[in-house]
């Protein structure tokens, strides 16, 4: 246990189709038909793969962080993705996880052990074509990255077109571009190393002719399909793709070039076709256009994006996707209508229930959430350093080396599990903690005393104020949360705080 406070402290501080006929919620029996067909399929065995993917001829969700997620990832291959990239996924953040078969939903988890995070979530219907994208800057932590993931999914790719800093300085994204020894290492180490293919992701170079002698050189590795972004490492979207560079590419290689950069000219399926003519290619990645709406796969023409949003939010539902990224993946896809009243009310939503009422879906949302918790779900709710050290078998990982004695709070604390939700309390005056102080004030009970453990990146607070201890029993990711955490928990307990109110809100469940 490390103690990092110890004293008192006072406060912290779409209207378009609105109406279209969406899907209606699904039948809780038939999820669960789902989740039972996938334990009789033997979820989380490890398997061959049916067929070795084949990337020539195929529409592809290209790999876009925060919203390549699982619920994203279903939905595009619902609407005719034959193939979906994952959102780019650090090599160290997945040597940090563990693999976890998740029965309650049916998926495979690969939890983050220092704070419970889901760092990639899988499942069976996506197996045969899901490609996780990799950010790396080192062949050999490469190929322990893939080692632990390289059942569970179809392809990895290695990122070598991301031009943000973070990737450049660490060595990863375009960096790659610039050191081609460095790049052909990686990826002829993942080849020779890995059961399942591989490929990469580049940008153009200025020069066509370099693009093309890079291209070749990276395909000598042995590497399945490279994809190919029409921009260099300084263009932006706005940008025009440049689509005869690609052309280029895919006249010169003998493996599949993956055409991307053209959802500025894609507004509906037949324009995926013409950008595959126009750059010569068979396969496209597409990225924006899917990301605004990811009917763009349908053969028969994009659904309304209310529609599409009602499948969103019920994938997301099923396979409890954290509230924060269901909430950027349909900001993203509201894009304008953000400025509509119901745009405005989304932006207002925090959690996935929230979110999901504005759409008619949050009955089912909270069902949905209860019959997760009633089968021994280890939500973010559950999610506590004793759980993560006894599941995760990394002898490195640093919760291991704690000590646990003194964690579970004796019986004289009042301990409830709630969790503390920023966007119910606007106004820093409505702060948990704010609260506490007035009404100890008002009682003339002196100051609050906040003391919170920290255990890799988890945070435990409890509250004493005047003799008495508060605590909530969910670990949150920052001690400012934890501290208002115990003390809402305290305004329950003393009746400032209704504690259906709490549950009507969300803070517990
Ligand atoms: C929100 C967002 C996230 C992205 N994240 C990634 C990523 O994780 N890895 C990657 O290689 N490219 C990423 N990209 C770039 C896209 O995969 C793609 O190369 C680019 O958007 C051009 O394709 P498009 O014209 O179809 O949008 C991202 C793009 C967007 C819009």
């Not at 402290?9 to 109406?19: A, L, P, Q, R």
Request: a neutral charge.
């Amino acid at each position: 246990m490390t103690a990092i406070e110890d004293g008192s402290s006072t406060t912290g501080s779409g209207e378009k189709n609105v109406d279209s006929c969406g899907p209606s919620a699904p039948s809780a029996e038939g999820r669960l038909q789902d989740v039972a067909e996938a334990k009789a399929n033997g979820i989380g065995e490890v398997r061959p793969h049916v067929n070795r993917l084949s990337y020539s001829g195929k529409t592809i969700l290209a790999p876009m962080v925060r919203v390549g997620t699982l619920p994203m990832r279903l939905l595009a291959l619902e609407f005719g993705a034959d193939i979906v990239y994952s959102e780019e996924l650090i090599d160290w953040k997945l040597l940090r996880s563990f693999r976890r078969v998740n029965e309650v939903l049916g998926t495979i988890d690969f939890v983050d052990e220092t704070d419970g995070t889901i760092v990639f979530r899988t499942c069976a219907r996506e197996r045969e074509q899901v490609v996780l994208q990799m950010g790396t800057s080192d062949p050999q932590r490469a190929l322990k990255a893939g080692k632990l993931v390289e059942n569970d999914v179809a392809g990895i790719d290695i990122n070598m077109g991301c031009p943000k800093e973070f990737s450049v300085k660490g060595g990863m994204g375009v960096a790659l571009m610039a050191d081609l020894a460095k790049a052909k290492n990686i990826l002829r180490t993942l080849v020779n190393g890995l059961r399942c293919p591989v490929t990469c992701k580049v940008r153009v170079l200025s020069d066509i002719d370099a693009t093309v002698a890079v291209c070749q050189s990276l395909a000598e590795t042995g590497i399945s399909a490279i994809g190919v972004h029409g921009r260099t490492r300084d263009e932006r979207p706005q940008h025009s793709n440049r689509n005869h560079y690609i052309k280029a590419v895919a006249k010169a290689l003998s493996i599949p070039v993956i055409a991307n950069g053209g959802s500025k000219e894609i507004e509906c399926f037949e324009d995926i076709g013409k950008f595959c003519t126009e750059t010569g290619c068979s396969s496209v990645m597409i990225a924006r256009a899917a990301e605004w709406n990811v009917s763009i796969f349908r053969r028969n023409g994009r659904l309304p994006l209310d529609e599409v949003i009602k499948k969103y939010l019920v994938l997301s539902v099923d396979f409890d996707n954290n509230g924060s990224n269901t909430k950027y993946c349909v900001q993203n896809m509201l894009r304008e209508l953000q400025e509509t009243p119901r745009g405005k009310l989304f932006l207002e939503a925090q959690t996935l229930e929230q979110i999901c009422a504005i759409w008619d879906l949050g009955d089912y949302c909270r069902k949905r959430q209860l019959e997760f918790k009633a089968s021994g779900l280890l939500g973010r709710r559950e999610v506590c350093p004793q759980v993560l050290r006894q599941e995760s078998s990394d002898i490195q990982s640093p919760l291991k080396k704690m000590k646990f004695d003194d964690h579970c709070p004796p019986d004289d604390i009042v301990t409830m599990k709630v969790a503390y939700l920023r966007s119910l309390y606007p106004s820093d005056n409505d702060l948990p903690k704010t609260r506490v102080l007035a009404w100890s004030r008002s009682q003339k009970l002196g100051m609050p005393v906040y003391k919170t453990v920290q255990e890799g990146k988890l945070f435990q607070s409890v509250l004493t104020l005047s003799g008495k201890q508060y605590t909530s029993s969910m670990w949150e990711k920052n001690k400012r949360w934890a501290e208002q955490g115990a003390a809402l928990v305290c305004l329950c307990s003393v009746g400032q705080v209704d504690l259906a109110t709490l549950k009507a809100d969300g803070s517990i469940l």
